[in-house]
């Protein structure tokens, strides 16, 4: 488990225009964990410019979520919505690859250390301001943050965090009203773990809807007449594209032809899958829950991001 930060910034209501909706070869929709872990590094990066702080660790709370997406006539499913340009030679379309776009609205919780923290509350608003007018220009997922038209209701916020576990519930229940409505993503590892001894047909059984028969099941003859229900899930539960697993070992910089850094090691992965869930946040009793990291195991050739929530901590 990560150490706790010394403080919690929340950056509200962050709109963002035309994310990557497609995160991994089997999944579409949410951007993939990554892209915000990856956010929060790249604003540390520009911040070490001004502040003496470390950024780790994101929590990821949505409160809207468009796809560009449409159902053309006479089909049930939905397609991209994709740019055609430019034209070829001869004027007309090119073929393109498929990119997957979405426009959702975001808060961040973002975990931050150092000792300018504490120096009193006008220099933590001073942080909070800047790193808020940092965020704003970077990208997101691949997405453009746009100014936020209701940008004075929802200031950012820069909370020091207590050590004390009552006292860190009592602070985030006052946060996490700020985070309302919206859904945050969490994982359910373990959840995962317990639903079956093979990890993707658990994960395909536990992020689908399944319809079964009534128990006990009834004869076959009978069987298709049957009342049928859909099973009920425990939650909101998500496949979610968790980063890579390595598939061949650790070549050495510059051993790989082709490769875009010939100065650091290089290794082929595929994308690593797990189980989420959309939570409200009022049912987190500690926002450090929310918080994704990075963790990289380069002997076990597992790159992923992963976040300590336990269901044993969540209220009613």
Not at 76 to 92: A, E, I, M, N, Q
Not at 102 to 122: K, M, N, Q, R, T
Not at 178 to 190: D, H, N, V
Request: charged letters at 20%; proline letters at 9%; a neutral charge.
């Amino acid at each position: 488990m990560s150490n706790a930060p010394h403080a919690l910034l929340i950056l509200p209501r962050l709109y963002v225009q035309n994310a990557n909706a497609i995160s991994s070869p089997l999944t579409w929709g949410f951007p993939a964990p990554s892209a915000f872990t990856g956010f929060v590094h790249a604003l540390g990066l520009r911040a070490a410019s001004e502040f003496d702080l470390r950024l780790e660790g994101v929590g990821i709370v949505c409160h809207r979520f468009e796809p560009q997406v449409f159902q053309p006539a006479g089909r049930r499913t939905r397609v991209f919505s994709l740019s055609r340009h430019p034209v070829d030679k001869d004027g007309k379309s090119a073929a393109i690859v498929e990119e997957g776009r979405a426009h959702f609205e975001v808060s961040l919780v973002i975990g931050i250390s150092g000792d300018e923290l504490f120096d009193g509350a006008e220099v933590r608003s001073e942080i909070a301001t800047r790193l808020q007018s940092l965020a704003g220009g970077l990208r997101l997922a691949g997405g453009s943050i746009l100014p936020n038209p209701k940008g004075r209701h929802y200031p950012p916020r820069l909370q020091l965090w207590p050590e004390d576990a009552a006292e860190a519930r009592a602070e985030s229940r006052k946060l996490r009203r700020q985070l309302l409505p919206g859904f945050a993503l969490i994982e359910r590892a373990q959840l995962l773990a317990e639903h079956g001894p093979n990890a993707l047909e658990a994960l395909l059984d536990a992020s689908r809807l399944n319809f079964e028969p009534p128990a006990p099941a009834p004869d076959p003859q009978t069987l298709q007449n049957a009342d049928w229900h859909l099973r009920r899930k425990s939650g909101w539960l998500v496949p979610v594209p968790l980063g890579y697993a390595a598939v061949s070992p650790l070549y050495s910089a510059g051993e790989v032809a082709n490769a875009r850094d010939n100065q650091t090691p290089f290794r082929f992965v595929e994308s690593l899958l797990g189980l989420g869930e959309w939570l409200s946040p009022h049912r987190i009793d500690n926002l450090l829950d929310l918080l994704w990291y990075h963790r990289a195991d380069p002997v076990a050739g597992l790159y992923r991001c992963s976040n300590d929530f336990s269901p044993l901590e969540t209220t009613a």
